[in-house]
């Protein structure tokens, strides 16, 4: 059984995930707000941890909280200004 092996697998790419937002210049707090929705939207999960090919919910917003500081270096010196997020965020 190799599940221990895609949660590393899946935690890594969370944390590339939020270190490419931040380099595109993208708040990378909201990784974490992203886990925070998802823990309301799901009720908590239906699958047991052990049979889960996924870190939980908790576990990836610690992974994340984790690696803020690195991503929070990348992001202010990559930081939009704030018209052009809110540009960005808006268009259709």
Same mark, same amino acid.
């Given at each position: ?15 590339? #995930? ?6 595109? #210049? ?6 974490v707000?992203?886990? /925070? ?5 799901? #009720?908590?999960g239906?699958?047991?941890?052990f ?6 919910? #908790?576990?990836?917003?610690? /992974?994340?909280?984790d ?23 808006t268009?259709n």
């Amino acid at each position: 059984m190799m599940l221990p092996f895609s949660r590393k697998h899946e935690k890594e790419a969370d944390v590339i #995930g939020m270190m490419y937002m931040a380099r595109a #210049g993208y708040p990378p707090t909201e990784s974490v707000e992203v886990w /925070n929705r998802m823990d309301e939207m799901s #009720g908590r999960g239906s699958v047991p941890f052990f049979a889960s090919t996924h870190p939980s919910h #908790g576990q990836r917003k610690r /992974n994340l909280r984790d690696w803020m500081p690195q991503a929070r270096k990348r992001y202010q010196r990559n930081a939009l200004s704030e018209d052009t997020q809110e540009t960005l965020w808006t268009r259709n």
